[in-house]
């Protein structure tokens, strides 16, 4: 029987990475990833609901994302679902779903310094423009 195990995620971090090394010093990054939902209920109204998932990288993914990433930017993550099972230090069972994550893309931001930063470079560009006349060109 074949089988499947693919997640597509995109989403903002909860909080910042949290990198660590193995011990034969891989690098391991972990991090919260919160994905929205909206929709209209059957009454009319606006409902959303928030997921929070759990996310690891490896390697070099692993130290990208602690040195570019921190809590609420945007990153759509592919990965695969991974279950992880230990003993607490009561001696309890615990156990807990996780992305591993395989693949990673940085989004644009979206924050207001982001949208300052454009609406300055807008304002430069026009007034480049205003400053340049016909007049102004040597030929």
Same mark, same amino acid.
């Given at each position: 029987?074949?089988? +499947?195990?693919?997640?597509?995620?995109?989403?903002?971090?909860?909080? *910042?990475?949290?990198?660590?090394? !193995?011990?034969?010093?891989?690098?391991?990054? @972990?991090? /919260?990833?919160? &994905?929205?939902?909206?929709?209209? /209920?059957? *009454?009319?109204?606006?409902?959303?609901? &928030?997921? %929070?998932?759990?996310?690891?990288?490896?390697?070099?993914?692993?130290?990208?994302?602690? #040195?570019?990433?921190? #809590? /609420?930017?945007?990153?759509?993550?592919?990965?695969?679902?991974? +279950? =992880?099972?230990?003993?607490?230090? @009561?001696?309890? #069972?615990?156990? #807990?779903?996780?992305? &591993?994550?395989? !693949? %990673?893309? +940085?989004?644009?931001?979206? =924050?207001?310094?982001? @949208?300052?930063?454009?609406?300055?470079?807008?304002?430069? @560009?026009?007034?480049?423009?205003?400053? !340049?006349?016909? *007049? *102004?060109?040597? +030929?």
């Amino acid at each position: 029987m074949a089988n +499947f195990n693919k997640i597509l995620l995109m989403g903002n971090l909860t909080r *910042d990475p949290q990198l660590s090394y !193995t011990p034969n010093q891989t690098p391991v990054v @972990d991090f /919260g990833l919160a &994905t929205n939902r909206k929709w209209t /209920g059957q *009454d009319g109204s606006q409902r959303e609901e &928030t997921c %929070f998932v759990d996310c690891r990288a490896f390697g070099r993914q692993a130290e990208n994302i602690n #040195k570019y990433l921190s #809590k /609420g930017r945007l990153v759509f993550v592919e990965g695969r679902l991974t +279950f =992880d099972t230990w003993t607490a230090q @009561d001696g309890t #069972k615990r156990s #807990k779903h996780r992305v &591993t994550v395989e !693949t %990673f893309q +940085f989004m644009p931001r979206t =924050d207001a310094a982001s @949208d300052n930063q454009a609406v300055q470079s807008a304002s430069t @560009d026009s007034e480049v423009k205003q400053q !340049t006349s016909k *007049d *102004d060109i040597p +030929f």
